[in-house]
Nanobody
Framework: QVQLVESGGGLVQAGDSLRLSCAASGRTFSSYGMGWFRQAPGKEREFVAAINWSGSSTYYADSVKGRFTISRDNAKNTVYLQMNSLKPEDTAVYSC?????????????????WGQGTQVTVSS
């Protein structure tokens, strides 16, 4: 079982940047795709970004495309989410997740390990 721990959230102003990190335990991290999801108060969890096992392929939700970048460092068992040009509507709890396969997916049902999440709040 992979354990995931997110960090890097906080309170920022619109237009600012944040970088989230997700540290994974276990030696199989590099075999699996990883994803970031977010959930705002009163809303369902939504897909943000995903990356395949090697980092060679990524996929983004339209709402963050061009502003967010997902990356990974398999030597450090860590996946990152660089968030630029943040908007108030990006406010949410951000969680990372491990895919059941080496590829990426936008469907939460295809992920089998989840972190506790980190709060990101963007003020206007």
């Amino acid at each position: 079982q992979v354990q995931l721990v997110e960090s890097g959230g906080g309170l920022v102003q619109a237009g600012d940047s944040l970088r989230l990190s997700c540290a994974a335990s276990g030696r199989t991290f590099s075999s699996y795709g990883m994803g970031w999801f977010r959930q705002a108060p009163g809303k369902e969890r939504e897909f943000v970004a995903a990356i395949n096992w090697s980092g060679s392929s990524t996929y983004y939700a339209d709402s963050v495309k061009g502003r967010f970048t997902i990356s990974r460092d398999n030597a450090k068992n860590t996946v990152y989410l660089q968030m630029n040009s943040l908007k108030p509507e990006d406010t949410a709890v951000y969680s990372c997740a491990k895919s059941k396969s080496g590829g990426w997916s936008k469907f939460s049902s295809l992920y089998d390990s989840w972190g506790q999440g980190t709060q990101v709040t963007v003020s206007s």
